[in-house]
């Protein structure tokens, strides 16, 4: 990864986002010298795996990305929608 700041580049940096910037906000990489001078400002997006869910009809663990229609409010408040082999026929 490459800061966005500086162009110093390392294996993992921290991605972070500007609140103020709204829904359609940019993340930026930062190294931890540039972090730390907008730390107050920033929010750190979630890791590189963002969200799972459970599949409502076997209870298994997804990615967001693999359940169908996935909604708010699961198990442990976790989205939950339905799986690829259970939304197979
Ligand atoms: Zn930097
Ligand atoms: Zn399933």
């Known amino acids: 990864m490459r800061c966005s700041e500086c ?4 294996r993992a940096m921290k991605t972070v986002y500007w609140p103020c910037e709204g829904d359609e906000a940019d993340e ?5 010298r540039c972090y730390g001078e907008v730390a107050e400002e ?6 590189p795996v963002p969200c799972f ?9 997804f990615s967001l990305r693999d359940l ?3 909604k708010p ?5 976790a989205p939950s929608g339905i799986c690829p082999s259970c939304a197979a026929p």
């Open 68 to 70: 169908h229609d996935a």
């Open 53 to 61: 869910g459970t599949c409502k009809e076997c209870s298994a663990w």
């Open 7 to 10: 162009g110093y580049e390392e």
């Open 42 to 47: 920033v929010l750190i997006v979630p890791g």
């Open 73 to 77: 409010g699961g198990r442990r408040s």
């Open 28 to 32: 930026h990489a930062l190294c931890e």
